[in-house]
């Protein structure tokens, strides 16, 4: 149950303003990609644009192909809402729905395709969600509080619980950790390292000691200066772009040199 | 070498702080004593008709005999201008938050609002003069195929002057207070909530479902009240409007009477006792008033847990 992506000649636009420019990657099944990439670099806005997310902001729109699994994204006739109950996401700041009970956040995406679900099928679902994202026994005895009420680290993981009830094909995380603290952050590391045995995981971090642990190929994006659009550098093994990487510029910024 | 003392302070910027202090305090307390004024006002000028002999009041038979019909008219009265308006006000708002585009939403925005500014004298007149003539054939349809009905009894009134045109009046004039009132919760929804709905393959509609009236409903419940409110005070509009009578059951033909109504058509003349009778009938509005806002209060706050306020 997972599918890889492939991205070509896209081009990305807010209105007018060209914001990435000319990205081609292909992202393999059943594996964790980081996106890294000083602010700004578009590394977020792309992203966005392989669930069609980017469409909430008004004047965005994209050109070129994301093929998953060889099905354009962004053929005619695609429902975006179709795209997202099939490549799920993850947002930097943990964002369960605050007037539902830990429970119903993990059915929350379920319920939405009107799937008639016994009681029991429901309780086994959200046990195998929670487990999944490392969760069930710290909430097992408070299903029905609010979901807010859980620790930051917490939460991202019933957030992570709720994208994988779905049963997505993708997972996208966009800086999944940047508001947690370091413990919260390892928990929630382990579990990228046990999603992608099921799942194809692209993670946009800001941490690069984050990308060296979890990824296993990395994408350097850089942006030639504000107004610029934002390019994809390099693509290649984890282990390439900490090391041995080709570009100068990706060079300068896993050594710290810059961004 | 000068050394700055910990005990000597800045003399004007305290005496800021202590006079601002001060201000909002005496400010707060005002709103304590006026509220509590108006009650005093009410309930010392009421007791001579609460304590009066039955024979005595208007009616003749006792100071609950008088108020409760008019008590259930003004209910009947606010709830049928909710039950219109609600709907109308939450889809309006909605619209205007997550639908429209943004020109057009700033545009119908700006019209809604502007209902509120119309003065209630002129709803009532065109409520009179124009709206009850119209809508009597209406009630005439009503009275011959759902007359079965005890609210639709027939024969429905010729000059269409009725409890349900007073609370069709009533419903536009508190449409624009709940559709503003809902409007500004609906667009303070977290990005964050309709992203997350979003990012789960909701479409448009169950994304509103999921984020953003869950979000909103403590304040929709506090826009309704605040409708509620102005519903039950209305007082020209009612009064121009609604050709008062007995309390009737049927909503199409005339009579009922709402507290407010009853209040401003005979004030003027009464003296004595009736005076009395009629700011009595003011502390039951009063007390009824008091007592929506606190059932409101309690059904938000019995959701606090879930809120996101935490």
Known sequence: MSKRIDVKDLNVYYGNFLAVEDVSINIEAKSVTAFIGPSGCGKSTFLRTLNRMHEVLPGARVEGEVLLDGDNLYGPGVDPVTVRSQIGMVFQRPNPFPTMSIRDNVLAGVKLNNQKMSKGEADALVERSLQGANLWNEVKDRLEKPGSGLSGGQQQRLCIARAIAVEPQVILMDEPCSALDPISTLAVEDLINELKDQYTVVIVTHNMQQAARVSDKTAFFNIAGTGKPGKLIEFAETSTIFNNPSQKATEDYVSGRFG | ?310
Not at chain 2, 64 to 71: G, L, Q
Not at chain 2, 164 to 193: C, D, N, W, Y
Not at chain 2, 249 to 258: V, Y
Request: proline share 5%; with cysteine; aromatic share 8%.
């Open chain 2, 1 to 310: 070498m000068t050394t700055t003392s910990l005990t000597s302070s800045r003399g004007a910027g305290r005496a800021g702080d202590k006079v601002f202090s001060g201000a909002t305090l005496a400010a707060g307390c005002l709103i304590l004593a006026v509220l509590f004024g108006v009650a005093l006002f009410l309930v010392i000028q009421a007791i001579p008709a609460l304590t009066a002999p039955a024979a005595d009041i208007q009616g003749g038979k006792g100071f609950f005999a008088y108020i409760w019909p008019i008590v259930v008219g003004t209910l009947i009265a606010a709830v049928i201008a909710l039950v219109i308006a609600t709907p109308i006000a939450i889809g309006v708002a909605l619209f205007i938050s997550h639908y429209a585009p943004r020109r057009l939403a700033s545009g119908l925005g700006y019209v809604v609002d502007l209902l509120a500014a119309i003065p209630s004298v002129i709803y009532g007149a065109w409520g009179a003069a124009f709206l009850a003539k119209e809508i009597a054939p209406a009630y005439d349809w009503l009275a011959a195929n759902m007359g079965w009905l005890p609210i639709f009894h027939g024969p429905a009134s010729a000059t269409g002057k009725t409890i349900l045109t007073a609370g069709i009046v009533l419903s536009v004039m508190v449409l624009p207070i709940i559709t503003s009132l809902s409007r500004e919760i609906f667009l303070q929804t977290p990005k964050l909530h309709e992203e997350a709905a979003l990012a789960l393959g909701a479409t448009r509609w169950e994304m509103i479902k999921m984020a953003v009236l869950p979000f909103a409903r403590p304040g929709i419940i506090s826009a309704v009240m605040l409708g509620l409110g102005r519903a039950l005070g209305e007082t020209m509009a009612v009064a121009l409007v609604l050709s008062s009578g007995a309390l009737t059951a049927s909503l199409i033909q005339s009579g009922n009477q709402t507290i407010a109504a009853e209040i401003a058509l005979n004030f003027p003349e009464a003296s004595g006792l009736k005076v009395s009778t009629l700011i009595a009938a003011g502390l039951v509005l009063f007390v009824i008033t008091l007592a929506v806002n606190m059932v409101a209060r309690w059904i938000i706050s019995r959701h606090k847990e879930f809120s996101g306020a935490n």
